[in-house]
Every structure is written in structure tokens, then in C-alpha cells.
């Protein structure tokens, strides 16, 4: 029987990987909430039922049977008349593992269909653990054929022509589709095109929260035929929002609905910090958090994305001054966190330094001071909050950015020292840019205190690490708005050393920043997680080795001597793989 009107509910919600029971409850409270709502169908994001990304957990068979089994208890649920459900989960099939959504409808699965596109680069490593699905076709639902594309499937052009052609009606998209700096712009452009192509209206799901080092941002939307937009769900915030289809001579068009603002540029990576830290460490069952707040902008950002991620009330901020910590940095510590609301504890660090440089007095005999000795403040401060996180159970949050970590600015097991780091990601201009922003506006949904909450004296004084006599960190490094225009330069965008100087750098500056880049790699290494915010963070999207001799020479293009070449090949050189 076939219908004029559809009503589909979209589930952003948040999974987390592994927690089958959870999700699976998930499932059941949107379903009611959908069903409040009238809907006919549900629609949740990719892999919701094991949690997206499940990485080589999803190779287990026994995670695989449980994610079976959770599908099978929901299928059966839907014999009470209420609405069905299309969800994504594991499917294994024949000995073959897909990424696969399923229909349940009536009190049965109605139909499975799997993942065509399997993405390999970036955070992605599909086809690492799942085998590609032929090119679907539509799946029949009360009268009207839903393709249902998965993520990666939209991005190219095969499958949503083979829907087309194959007679789909309207274009459901579940996604875990994950958070970097203008991505919300990306996904939509790429939705308008497969819409222009296939003249078929589309609705996007996409995941919502934090995995590890990825976020996932929501902002969920449907498209019509004419490329309007008739549905925005808001971004970084969980959501059930039914929408409403009709049939008409031209086909199938939503009706006008929900149209939130979505944040862009600094709020979204804003925003991308805070729920990555939330998700962290309520995923992962930590009561709280404790860093190391120094009187510098580092901490205080970390401290601030802290509280509104979790409330002040589990946010414990501990300066560990020494002698060459300021009075000013010792004011702007108790300043900020007594803005932020945030416990305050100061425990000085001459007694455990002075007891270390003796054990080591005999082996540094007649040897200048130098990094050694800095280095050991920062050790010692690592140990007191691992110390204090042992005891009391709070995570300790690490605060270096991703200028720090791009060049070795930072100390092995001292301030690299933490659980999770929200700042990972953050150039240390964009640090800047973060806070101040921060004192001006507060997220919808953030937890922490309005108003200002990172003084302005942090804000106006020179960055430094305050380990030897007024030291800056500008005496080792270029100042930051060259070394982040560097460092994009070769970290996100992989470019020449002879584009770098095109753009204005000094040679020796840009070739020693490539020196460091690469020495640094063996601490990044033993860093801890972070949240991606920009195309290429380090972890998962930038994977270069330790061992590594490579320096740019300087050459602007290579272009190979077609004379060495004594192999037939066709014409065009693309076609060979050498």
C-alpha cells in the first residue's frame, strides 16, 4: 500500500562503541520519542548500534554476535504497531564483514543493505576491518523506495545513480561523518550535488559527540529537490526532530521545519573542544578533572573548556609554582580560577626539585645547568597531578597546543603528562583567538560561568614556560604567527619548501621548523589523545615515521625525464601504477 505523506524522525544522538545495552536504550527512548511525535520511521547515524569508529573491536565475533542480537530484540519490539526502525550496525554476511543499515519493521528485519564506499584516508580505516557491498538498491517502505546511501556512498557519484535509476524515491543518509573546521560546508555541498544529479530530496543523519580523538558535530539536515533547505538540526548537541514528507506531482518534498543556526569557524572548533573533553571523560567514567594552572593562556583555555565541559565543580586547578614563577602568574592562576569557580590548590615544587637535583648532584658534577634542569620542573609537576589523579580519581588534562607539539616545545613525561588534551589541535594562535572569544560569548549548552573568565592580563603578556630567568618562548621559537603560517604550511597542507618562502618566510626560519617537525615526531608518539579540529591533526590523520632522514631540498616541482622510461605504458602516464 502506498502513502502520500511520510513522517521520518532523525536521530542525532550520541553512541558510545561497545556499550551495545546503551545504545540499544538509545534506540528504544528515540523510538518513544518519535513515536510521541507520529513518525512512521526513525532514521539514526552509521554503525549507531556497535558506536562509530569501533576500529579492530569490530573484528571480534563475539562483538559482532552482540551486535546482531541487539538488532534481532529491537526487530521484535516493533511488533507493537510503533514506528520502524533504520539503523547501522555490523553485519556479518557469508564470512564477509560490511558496514551495513537495517531495516525493522512489524517485528522483523525487512531488509539490510551495505556500505558500497569505504573510505581509507584521514581518521578512516574501513577497508582495514569491512568488506564493500555491491551497489544498492532501494528499500521498499510502506509504498515508497528509500535509498539509503551510507556516509561515504554520497561522496562519490556511483551509488546515488544506481538509486536513481533504480527507482529510489527519496534519499535517506545515515553518517558518522567527523568534525573539522568548515566541514559543516563541505558535507552540505556534496549533499546539493547528489541531489542535482539524481533530482531525488535527501535527508542527512548525522552522529553526534566524542570518540576518542574525533567528534562528531550533528548538525543533521534535509534538502529538497530544488536544493532548499527545509530541516537544520543544530550542531554539537543531541537531537530527535520527526520531519514530514509529502508526495506530489513533481515527487517527494519536505515541509518546512526546524532550521537552526549552526556555529562556524572559532565557536564550532569551540564548541568541537568542549564536547570531546565531555564525552572523554563521561564516556570513560572519570568524576572529574585536575591540571596545572600556570598563570599562561594554555591552562587557562584548557581550564575554561573544563568547566564548561563539566561544570566548575569537577574542575580541580593546581599551581605548582617554583622560583622562577612570577607573582603576576601567580595572581592570574588565582584570578582565573576564581573566575571560572574552579578549586584552587597552590603546591610549590623548590622541596622535590632541590631533592632530585641532589640524587643527580654527583653524575652533573661540573656540568653547566641547562635543559636538564628546566626539564626537571616540569617532571616534577607531572608526577604531583598524576599523583593527585591516582588518589583522587580525576583525569589530568594536558594543555599543550599543536605548535608546542609540531616542534618539541613540551616535556616528555612532565607537561605532556595527562589523560586527554583538548588543546591538541589548537595552533597557539588560535589559542589566543579561543580565549578571547570565550570572555565574550558562552556556548548554548556549556556549563560553566558567563562573562569573562580568563583575565586579561593572560591574555596580554608574552607566553612563557617561566623555567629559567625571564624566559620567553619567543627566545627558541619564531613568534607564533609565523610558526603557525609555517607549520599549516607543512602540516595540513604538505607543502614545498619553495611555496613556504614564496609566502614571505625567511629560509633558515622554515628549514629549521622542518627540522623540528620531524625530531618532535617520538614525543607525539607518547602523547596523549586530542580532539581533531583541523584537517590534519597528529594521530590518526598525520602518520609519518620517528626514524626519518627526508629534508625538503629546496626543489620546486620535479618533473620526471620521460627519456629514463624504457617500459611500454599506454598514453596517458595516470594509468600506470609504478
Known sequence: MSTDTLRIAVAQLKPTVGDLAGNTAKVREARAAARAQGADLVLFPELFLSGYLPEDLVLRPAYQD??????????????????????????????????????????????????????NY???????????????????????RLGVPICEDIWGHDVVECLAETGAEILLVPNGSPYHRDKADVRLNIAVAR??????????????????????????????ADHRLAVQLPAFREAVVTTTWRRGASGWACDRGVVEAVEEGDEADYQACVLGLRDYVGKNGFPGVVLGLSGGIDSALAAAMAADALGPARVHCVMLPFRYTSAAS???????????????????????????????????????????????????????????????????????????????????????NGGYNPL?????????????????????????????????????????AELRENQTDQDSLPPYDILDDILSCLVEREMRIGEILARGHGEETVRKVERLLYLAEYKRRQAPPGVKVTVKNFGRDRRYPITNRFRDNGIDAFVPDAGLYRIARPSSIDAIDF
Request: net charge negative; hydrophobic share 45%.
Open 330 to 416: 601567580m595572581a592570574d592562576a588565582e584570578a582565573c580560577a576564581g573566575a571560572l569557580g574552579a578549586r584552587y590548590d597552590v603546591l610549590p615544587i623548590d622541596a622535590p626539585v632541590a631533592g632530585l637535583e641532589a640524587v643527580l648532584a654527583p653524575l652533573f658534577e661540573g656540568r653547566p645547568r641547562g635543559v636538564a634542569e628546566e626539564n626537571m620542573q616540569s617532571r616534577i609537576r607531572g608526577t604531583i597531578l598524576m599523583s593527585i589523579s591516582n588518589k583522587l580519581g580525576a583525569m589530568v588534562v594536558a594543555t599543550g597546543n599543536k605548535s608546542e607539539m609540531s616542534v618539541g616545545y613540551c616535556t616528555l613525561y612532565g607537561d605532556m
Open 66 to 119: 552482540a551486535c546482531r542480537a541487539a538488532l534481532e530484540g529491537l526487530a521484535r519490539e516493533t511488533a507493537d504497531g510503533g514506528p520502524a526502525v533504520l539503523v547501522g550496525l555490523p553485519w556479518n554476511e557469508g564470512g564477509k564483514l560490511h558496514n551495513a543499515v537495517a531495516l525493522v519493521d512489524g517485528g522483523a528485519i525487512v531488509a539490510v543493505r551495505f556500505k558500497y564506499d569505504l573510505p
Open 195 to 224: 541531489v542535482a544529479e539524481s533530482g531525488l530530496p535527501m535527508l542527512y543523519a548525522n552522529e553526534v559527540g566524542g570518540q576518542d580523538e574525533v567528534v562528531f558535530d550533528g548538525a543533521s539536515f534535509a534538502l529538497n
Open 122 to 144: 584521514g581518521v578512516f580505516d574501513d577497508k582495514r576491518v569491512f568488506e564493500p557491498g555491491l551497489l544498492p538498491g532501494p528499500i521498499s517502505f510502506r509504498g515508497v
Open 424 to 464: 591538541k589541535d589548537l595552533y597557539k594562535t588560535q589559542v589566543y583567538r579561543l580565549a578571547a572569544l570565550r570572555n565574550r560569548w558562552k556556548p548554548v549548552d556549556a556549563l560553566g560561568r558567563a562573562g569573562t573568565v580568563i583575565p586579561e592580563a593572560i591574555l596580554a603578556k608574552a607566553p612563557t
